[in-house]
């Protein structure tokens, strides 16, 4: 399959990052049904051409074409592109795959694991689509907020298939004069890097919160990294994918940029208010509350120590103080940075042999 076969482009989900992609391909040229959970969203899409719950005040191109259905966004489209919470993935899914056209492309653009299942949104596909080995998936990801996106600022990500063919197939059809796309071929780094920074940018948040200067938010970063490569390793990634735009390029941008919901949800826990009223007031999803839980029974389940990760989890659902976790990470025994990084420093040696 090549771009010029790809004339109409399916986007499953009419959050933020869902309309910045369907304006981009759109100014491509592309024809872009958009499937929008609410009618009433859908409406205003499709009169006001604008997104008033999730993107107010930036228009929407023309041959962006909202629907409230599947079919008319799936059926006879070559490629997909799957935009909606990671909570419900599955759900939505099971409801796409049956419209799919044969050896069409499916692009993931979502960051989370799974609650009950600790399945990256990969493993979720493949239980749904068994059977359906004629579709190819694929992972978009990297530092990109939607705004600054439909702003055309100049923004670099990453898509990963299995198939290198099929990747560099959706690189053609994504890029553009501001929107760059590397390929890989590394489906697990990309969504596990995509799923723990958004833990860590909690925890981020939580310091600023706080009150801690930049010497704490780098430090969490940096560990925070190591965390992040440190079970993407154990689940089979590539090491090098987490000194890429994906890993540390993402982990810099959710932990630090004013636009991060999980930023911001950690920042107002160090605050004082209580998670509770955070997520009530927030219309658009913050990832990361939910995949701290699968985060931290994953590591749990392969026998990954992750520290921050695991406190984040514990402020969250256990109503730990977050001063007192900073406290407890600070006074954790005395050891040589890379004591528990020989298998990291052992996975890159084979990957440049």
Not at 299 to 310: F, N, T
Request: charged letters at 20%; hydrophobic letters at 45%; proline letters at 4%.
């Amino acid at each position: 399959m090549g771009e010029k076969s790809v004339e109409r482009v399916g986007i499953v989900g009419a959050g933020s990052w869902g309309t910045a992609l369907a304006n981009l391909l759109a100014e491509k040229g592309y024809t872009v049904d958009m499937w929008v959970y609410e009618p009433e969203l859908c409406r205003d899409i499709a009169e006001k051409r604008e997104n008033t719950f999730y993107l107010p005040g930036v228009p929407i191109h023309e041959r962006v074409v909202p629907h409230t259905a599947f079919a008319p966004v799936v059926v006879n489209h070559s490629l997909v592109v799957m935009v909606v919470p990671s909570h419900v993935y599955r759900e939505v899914a099971e409801k796409v795959v049956p419209y799919l056209d044969q050896d069409a492309v499916v692009v993931s653009a979502t960051k989370g694991i799974e609650n009950d299942t600790l399945l990256t949104m990969s493993g979720v596909w493949r239980e749904i689509a068994s059977g359906r080995e004629d579709v190819h998936f694929c992972c978009l990801s990297g530092p990109s907020f939607a705004r600054e996106v439909v702003r055309r600022l100049p923004t670099v990500v990453t898509l990963a298939c299995k198939n290198i063919t099929t990747a560099q197939m959706a690189q053609q059809v994504f890029a553009t004069d501001y929107f760059r796309v590397y390929v890989s071929t590394d489906v697990i780094g990309l969504e596990i890097a995509g799923a723990v920074k958004n833990v860590i940018a909690l925890a981020a948040g939580a310091c600023d919160g706080m009150g801690f200067g930049h010497n704490t938010r780098a430090a969490l970063i940096t560990r925070g990294l190591a965390e992040m490569t440190r079970l993407g390793i154990a689940m089979g990634a590539h090491p090098m994918t987490f000194l890429g735009l994906p890993g540390v390029g993402d982990l810099l941008l959710t932990c630090t940029g004013d636009l991060s919901r999980n930023r911001t949800v950690g920042y107002k826990l160090g605050q004082g208010q209580k998670l509770d009223e955070i997520l009530a007031d927030m219309k658009m999803v913050a990832e990361g509350v939910k995949t701290a839980k699968s985060v931290y029974f994953l590591a749990r389940k392969l026998g990954v120590e992750l520290p921050i990760c695991e406190l984040v989890y514990k402020v969250l659902y256990e109503n730990a103080d977050p001063g007192e976790a900073v406290q407890s990470l600070m006074g954790r025994e005395l050891k040589h940075e890379w004591d528990r990084e020989m298998d990291i420093f052992q996975a890159l040696e084979k990957a440049v042999q």
